[in-house]
């Protein structure tokens, strides 16, 4: 299932999957559809490869434990996506340290560019970095990442174009 292209099918398939976590078959088929997705939000959130594999699998471990807590009804990914944010925000908290930005989320010609991209990233707050990566990195549509961030889509809107506004800008002054 792309993110791009979420249907009403694809939320009630989604959220049967999600009801059912406790059968075998239906967490495999649930894990498949989603560890790419809660993967790369977890990153943008991290900035560290192993971090994120280690949230994808508390994300896992929390939607299987806490199914009891799911609104039946309400829209699947929302639930999973704050819960992503949540653990990893959990995380941030517990390591009290500076965060990098991943090096391999992005393909450069020269190192002079990926640290260029490294810094221009880190002078944006972290709700503008994350839209951009969600849409950028991950193609999702500026109405799920609102859905996803609990926002409306015109303020999705308009911090995604002040984000890439301030790294042309940044970026000019190179």
Request: proline share 1%; charged share 30%; net charge negative.
């Amino acid at each position: 299932m792309e993110q791009s292209k979420t249907t009403d099918r694809d939320h009630a398939s989604l959220e049967s999957l999600l009801l059912n976590i406790k059968d075998e078959n239906s967490f495999h088929e649930l894990y498949i559809l989603l560890k790419a997705p809660i993967y790369g939000y977890s990153l943008t959130i991290l900035k560290n490869q192993e971090d994120a594999l280690d949230n994808v699998q508390d994300v896992f471990i929390t939607l299987y434990n806490q199914i009891d807590s799911y609104q039946e009804g309400t829209k699947p990914m929302n639930w999973i996506f704050t819960i992503t944010k949540n653990k990893a925000l959990s995380k941030i908290r517990k390591r009290k340290n500076t965060i990098e930005l991943e090096d391999n989320t992005f393909s450069f010609s020269n190192e002079e560019d990926q640290l260029f991209f490294k810094v221009l990233m880190e002078q944006l707050k972290e709700e503008e970095r994350t839209i951009i990566l969600l849409h950028l990195l991950w193609g999702f549509k500026h109405r799920e990442i609102a859905e996803i961030l609990d926002s409306k889509v015109s303020t999705i809107l308009s911090k995604y174009n002040r984000a890439i506004k301030k790294l042309k800008e940044m970026g000019a002054s190179k």
